[in-house]
């Protein structure tokens, strides 16, 4: 079965420090992946997604993540964190088996310090 | 309208009580999903519909019903609520049933509270 983990329920850097929130999935078959973003009180917005086109994903507000099949990661990344960043962050994968159902992860909160 | 409106945006219920939660969609497209988001078990699918007429189970269907009468609505109903239930709901859409590169679309949110 599909699943997806994400390493760290909340993470806090600095501002101007490197983002780098973490996630893992299981699927039998090439998946697809996506980071969306939710501000407070908010609902998702889709940040970047992988479908197989290139391993290195860059997405919206600079971040960018790169599909490392042999890890079976998808990790999200960010050079330098700024204040407006500070979110929620969730991972969710699909592939053709789940007829396109998303899996999320447990999500990540990150905070920015000043 | 533009992607997919949730209502009410926010809900104070008594236990034992129904409701209902509405979504709507102006994108024409064919599958929608009701997921409830939890703190520390991030969004969890409860009922999706691949198209109009039909719906199916997700992961924690019980306690909720929909129905999906035409493309543009897909209403969530919580027969008998119980404080269990309080959570955030959003609705879905994704912008392709069979190109999964799509992603979704989501609805605002509601956010529920059962006393």
């Known amino acids: 079965a599909q699943s997806v983990t994400q390493l760290g329920s909340h993470v806090s850097v600095s501002e101007g420090a490197l983002v780098l929130l973490r996630c893992n999935y299981s699927s039998s078959v090439p998946p697809y992946l996506f980071w969306y973003v939710q501000y407070p009180n908010q609902g998702l917005q889709l940040l970047l997604k992988y479908t197989s086109a290139a391993t290195l994903v860059k997405g919206i507000n600079g971040f960018e993540a790169e599909f490392k099949k042999s890890e079976t990661s998808f990790h999200l990344t960010k050079p330098s964190a700024h204040m407006s960043d500070a979110a929620e962050y969730f991972c969710?994968?699909?592939?053709?088996?789940?007829?396109?159902?998303?899996?999320f992860g447990q999500g990540t909160e990150l905070s920015v310090k000043p | 309208i533009a992607g997919i409106t949730q209502a009410p945006t926010s809900q104070i219920l008594a236990a034992g009580r129904r409701m209902t939660l509405r979504c709507t969609q102006d994108m024409r497209h064919n599958a929608m999903y009701w997921y409830r988001q939890d703190l520390g078990l991030g969004l969890r699918l409860i009922h999706y519909s691949n198209t109009a007429g039909t719906t199916g189970k997700g992961e924690v269907p019980d306690g909720y019903s929909v129905s999906r009468a035409n493309t543009d609505d897909f209403p969530l109903t919580l027969a008998s609520a119980v404080p269990s239930q309080t959570s955030v709901y959003f609705c879905?859409?994704?912008?392709?049933?069979?190109?999964?590169?799509?992603?979704?679309?989501f609805g605002s949110g509601t956010r529920l509270t059962v006393v």
């Open positions: 879905a859409s994704p912008g392709h049933l069979f190109d999964l590169s799509y992603g979704y679309t």
């Open positions: 969710a994968v699909t592939d053709a088996g789940q007829g396109g159902k998303l899996i």
